[in-house]
């Protein structure tokens, strides 16, 4: 069997490495001259700055590939024990993800943590509402403003009223089987104590990790090499770069959704158009140099505050990264504003970071996500009644979860339907 895998982010590299592992021959196609996609950490002045993701949980997903590719002398451990604060009418305060900071946090009234625990006798998620209804609905709407919708909607930079809970916070309910009330199963967790894998990162950044996958099957990766076309052939496929085609068997995508609508219109344009339609939401990730030294893992800004910047992840504390810290703007809020150059947008999150931490700062480096990171609205729903042709399987995270570890196991169960089939 000889599989075609379309780019070499980390969806990409560990689906090559899951079907290597089963014997299987792999041609990998990446459009830019290295691996890792938005798993990307550079050097400057002196610091290492990840533009992409900022730090691993370290499960034991994560720790056997770490262990995989020989990485466990790089490893290290962030702080566990610090807040994340959002910043509710210019003050930052504690986000409450634990029993103690619940009842001490001044992010929510007394009035809204009453309504909040009222959330037993609410009815269970609805498919077809927005996570800003559910999470409304459930925990009252002071809660939902302040701390449910920031906290999961930030990940993404999403609007909480246009993201369904069909496409993303139910299909983690049920995953983790809460039917009814996910505050019971919280506490319930509490009570039994949970065990929160602790916060792992690699002294010289994340793209390690894809970088080491990718030395380890150099002889399938073609860097530089962007797919145009996927095309039947016979029972198999060809794939077409501007080096000439390659015949596989069978072709797995990893592309972001406007990428892997070109490539596979001409297999297939109804569902070409389906893919091309979903929305997603641009990011630009700021890096400042700043002496700030509050304790934390940094902080979510309500849309109410007035600021273009979504939340920092504050490396110098959470991660020892002395004077580091990362911006992002963008994202539903105001996505127009990463195609500004990047003087002024250095200078503007610069200038919010100091409005809101009254300590000054520098920009280091600005980078760009576009298309970004699935929006995961209405546009999902299409997707939803539409099926890939036979032969031609997808690992990316428009079809599945965003989150590195989601990408893990989506490569391997990816990989086994690949040669199942
Ligand atoms: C700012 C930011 C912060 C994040 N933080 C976290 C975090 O803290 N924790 C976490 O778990 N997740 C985080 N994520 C999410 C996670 O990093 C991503 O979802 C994941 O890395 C996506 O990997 P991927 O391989 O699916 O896609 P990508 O990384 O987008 O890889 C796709 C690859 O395809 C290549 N490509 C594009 N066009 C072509 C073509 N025509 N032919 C061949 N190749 C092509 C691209 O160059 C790229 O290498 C974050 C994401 C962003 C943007």
């Given at each position: 069997?000889?599989?075609?895998?379309?780019?070499?982010?980390?969806?990409?590299?560990?689906?090559?490495?899951?079907?290597?592992?089963?014997?299987?021959?792999?041609?990998?196609?990446?459009?830019?001259?290295?691996?890792?996609?938005?798993?990307?950490?550079?050097?400057?002045?002196?610091?290492?700055?990840?533009?992409?993701?900022?730090?691993?949980?370290?499960?034991?997903?994560?720790?056997?590939?770490?262990?995989?590719?020989?990485?466990?002398?790089?490893?290290?451990?962030?702080?566990?024990?610090?807040p994340?604060?959002?910043?509710?009418?210019?003050?930052?305060r504690v986000a409450p993800l634990s029993i103690r900071e619940a009842i001490t946090t001044d992010l929510i009234?007394w009035?809204g943590k009453a309504?909040l625990l009222?959330?037993?006798?609410?009815?269970?998620?609805?498919?077809?509402?927005?996570?800003?209804?559910?999470?409304?609905?459930?925990f009252?709407?002071?809660a939902?403003?302040?701390l449910?919708?920031?906290?999961?909607?930030?990940?993404?930079?999403?609007?909480?009223?246009?993201?369904?809970?069909?496409?993303?916070?139910?299909?983690?309910?049920?995953?983790?089987?809460?039917?009814?009330?996910?505050l019971?199963?919280i506490a319930?967790?509490l009570?039994?104590?949970?065990?929160?894998?602790?916060?792992?990162?690699?002294?010289?950044?994340?793209?390690?990790?894809?970088?080491?996958?990718?030395?380890?099957?150099?002889?399938?990766?073609?860097?530089?090499?962007?797919?145009?076309?996927?095309?039947?052939?016979?029972?198999?496929?060809?794939?077409?770069?501007?080096?000439?085609?390659?015949?596989?068997?069978?072709?797995?995508?990893?592309?972001?959704?406007?990428?892997?609508?070109?490539?596979?219109?001409?297999?297939?344009?109804?569902?070409?158009?389906?893919?091309?339609?979903?929305?997603?939401?641009?990011?630009?990730?700021?890096?400042?140099?700043?002496?700030?030294?509050?304790?934390?893992?940094?902080?979510?800004?309500?849309?109410?505050?007035?600021?273009?910047?979504?939340?920092?992840?504050?490396?110098?504390?959470?991660?020892?990264?002395?004077?580091?810290?990362?911006?992002?703007?963008?994202?539903?809020?105001?996505?127009?504003?990463?195609?500004?150059?990047?003087?002024?947008?250095?200078?503007?999150?610069?200038?919010?970071?100091?409005?809101?931490?009254?300590?000054?700062?520098?920009?280091?480096?600005?980078?760009?996500?576009?298309?970004?990171?699935?929006?995961?609205?209405?546009?999902?729903?299409?997707?939803?009644?539409?099926?890939?042709?036979?032969?031609?399987?997808?690992?990316?995270?428009?079809?599945?979860?965003?989150?590195?570890?989601?990408?893990?196991?989506?490569?391997?169960?990816?990989?086994?339907?690949?040669?199942?089939?």
């Amino acid at each position: 069997m000889n599989v075609g895998v379309i780019g070499a982010g980390i969806s990409g590299l560990a689906t090559t490495h899951e079907l290597r592992e089963r014997g299987a021959g792999v041609e990998t196609f990446e459009a830019t001259g290295e691996p890792g996609g938005v798993m990307q950490s550079c050097q400057v002045d002196g610091h290492l700055l990840e533009l992409g993701p900022q730090r691993l949980r370290g499960s034991k997903l994560i720790e056997d590939w770490i262990d995989e590719f020989d990485l466990r002398r790089q490893r290290f451990e962030g702080h566990d024990d610090q807040p994340l604060y959002i910043l509710r009418d210019g003050k930052l305060r504690v986000a409450p993800l634990s029993i103690r900071e619940a009842i001490t946090t001044d992010l929510i009234s007394w009035r809204g943590k009453a309504r909040l625990l009222a959330e037993p006798l609410t009815a269970p998620a609805q498919a077809d509402e927005s996570v800003e209804s559910l999470f409304s609905r459930k925990f009252g709407e002071e809660a939902a403003r302040t701390l449910f919708c920031p906290l999961y909607t930030g990940l993404y930079g999403a609007n909480a009223d246009k993201m369904l809970v069909r496409h993303s916070v139910g299909k983690a309910l049920d995953r983790h089987g809460i039917d009814r009330s996910i505050l019971l199963a919280i506490a319930r967790k509490l009570i039994d104590g949970i065990d929160v894998p602790p916060i792992v990162s690699f002294e010289d950044g994340l793209q390690i990790l894809p970088e080491a996958i990718a030395e380890r099957y150099s002889d399938s990766i073609h860097f530089e090499t962007p797919v145009e076309a996927v095309r039947e052939d016979g029972d198999g496929f060809e794939i077409e770069t501007s080096d000439g085609t390659t015949a596989v068997d069978r072709v797995v995508v990893t592309t972001p959704a406007p990428v892997t609508a070109d490539i596979l219109d001409p297999l297939d344009s109804r569902l070409a158009d389906v893919i091309g339609d979903l929305t997603y939401n641009p990011l630009a990730v700021v890096h400042l140099e700043s002496a700030y030294d509050r304790e934390g893992h940094g902080c979510q800004i309500l849309d109410s505050e007035g600021y273009e910047t979504l939340g920092m992840t504050w490396n110098a504390s959470m991660l020892d990264r002395e004077g580091v810290f990362t911006s992002y703007l963008g994202g539903s809020r105001s996505p127009e504003i990463v195609a500004e150059s990047d003087e002024p947008l250095g200078e503007l999150a610069a200038r919010e970071f100091e409005a809101i931490t009254e300590v000054s700062a520098e920009p280091l480096h600005v980078a760009r996500w576009d298309p970004g990171m699935p929006a995961y609205d209405r546009t999902w729903d299409a997707l939803e009644r539409t099926s890939f042709p036979e032969g031609v399987h997808v690992c990316a995270t428009f079809a599945e979860r965003a989150g590195i570890p989601g990408r893990l196991r989506d490569a391997q169960r990816t990989a086994e339907a690949v040669l199942d089939a």
